[in-house]
């Protein structure tokens, strides 16, 4: 049967630098559950490391938990990446840390906290998740394809990695499942400034709790899951956009 479920799909966690350090899996559980949303997707800037502790977290109350990255393309863009499956962020993982060079500044850039489900911090990570890949967009896409996963371009509308803002423009052959718009624009208003060929959603890219719900995505799915959000995309089998 389908049902609605209310989603957040671009929510960062402690391990982003620029994350608010109560990011942590509980806390971010606890306040999606309180704000009624159904799916999250865990989207740190070039890491999935602290995804298994949320998707832990999540079964614990109720909240589905997609494992996802935020990758940086050597374009400065951003772009989301989301998975059914841990292992797929993992493998993307890899392959960007093969891609990322640089090491983190912890007073320039933050700390990147490594958490369990408990949200005891069980490390740091060293890299310069703040930073470009030297993969270019249409790689970053491909990659995720290849891994069944969903290519979004991050908060579209911003001016900062954002792929308009870095390119000037959507590249016509640039396969990409949906388009982001931030809290900060209307739905109504993006949509008529953007292609009408690609699906276009909200979410919070909440670094700090309390932004976590500040824009949000329905669909119209059988049971949260990354191949069902897929085809809500696409519009098909029943499962839908609800704008
Ligand atoms: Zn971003
Ligand atoms: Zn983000």
Redesign the pocket.
């Known amino acids: 049967m389908l049902r609605v479920f209310l989603s957040d799909l671009h929510v960062h966690t402690c391990l982003s630098p620029c994350g608010d350090l109560e990011m942590s899996p509980r806390k971010i559980t606890e306040e999606a559950r309180r704000k009624g949303i159904a799916i999250l997707g865990v989207c740190d800037h070039n890491s999935a490391e602290n995804a298994p502790a949320l998707l832990q977290a999540g079964l614990e109350r109720g909240v589905v938990m997609i494992p996802g990255l935020?990758v940086t393309s050597r374009e400065e863009v951003?772009i989301l990446a989301l998975f059914d499956r841990v292992e797929a962020a993992f493998a993307l993982q890899q392959t960007v840390y093969d891609h990322l060079p640089g090491e983190n500044d912890e007073e320039a850039f933050g700390l990147q906290v490594v958490v369990n489900a408990l949200d005891e911090v069980t490390g740091f990570n060293s890299r310069l998740l703040i930073g470009a890949t030297t993969l270019s967009l249409d790689r970053v896409v491909g990659f995720i394809h290849e891994l069944e996963g969903l290519a979004i371009a991050?908060?579209v509308d911003r001016e900062a990695?954002g792929l308009i803002g870095q390119l000037g423009m959507i590249p016509e052959d640039l396969d990409l499942d949906a388009l982001e718009v931030s809290p900060r624009t209307r739905l109504e208003g993006a949509r008529a400034r953007l292609p009408a060929r690609i699906p276009l959603l909200t979410a919070s890219?909440a670094h700090y709790l309390g932004d976590i719900g500040a824009a949000t995505t329905k669909f119209l799915l059988q049971e949260g899951t990354v191949g069902e959000i897929r085809q809500a995309l696409r519009g098909q089998n029943g499962r839908r956009l609800i704008h």
């Open positions: 935020e951003h991050s908060h990695h890219d």
